[in-house]
């Protein structure tokens, strides 16, 4: 398997984009530097994850907070900020945040239950039921004397 090779921030697309001056760098709009810069492609899971357009210094974060912000429901993927070139924090819509909350949940519980299969920890339908009964209250049904 070869090893993945990430482009710098010091790339081309992203080199222009910061020498211009901050005038002409307001006027466009702050998703444009991400199409200019389409790099490479790497497999985060099942989502693409972009080096141009996912990871940005924690200096701009703060220089475009509000905007940041206001597109992260329309962001694919989360945010990584940087912070003297290494990663420091992630960024995310609360929408991505419960799905990824939820989706550790779950597995959390599968694991757990194929933990009890494996130590011997489970109950068959008919014991589960009387356990269940017993839980709340409720006397086992008699069967009737015609079921014999």
């Excluded at 900020?81 to 990663?87: D, E, F, S």
Aim: charged share 25%; no cysteine; proline share 7%.
């Amino acid at each position: 398997m070869g090893k993945a090779v990430y482009r710098s921030r010091a790339s081309a697309p992203y080199a222009s984009w910061t020498s211009q001056s901050p005038a002409s760098r307001a006027s466009e709009p702050y998703a444009s530097r991400a199409e200019e810069a389409a790099g490479p492609r790497y497999r985060a899971e099942s989502q693409a994850f972009q080096t141009a357009e996912d990871i940005i210094p924690i200096a701009e974060l703060k220089a475009n907070m509000s905007e940041i912000v206001r597109q992260l429901d329309a962001r694919p993927r989360p945010l990584v900020v940087t912070l003297n070139g290494k990663p420091a924090a992630v960024v995310m819509s609360p929408k991505e945040y419960d799905r990824l909350a939820y989706q550790s949940r779950f597995i959390d519980s599968v694991a757990a239950g194929l933990a009890d299969v494996q130590a011997g920890r489970t109950y068959d339908g008919e014991e589960a039921v009387a356990e269940l009964l017993g839980e709340l209250g409720v006397k086992k049904p008699r069967r009737s004397r015609s079921a014999k």
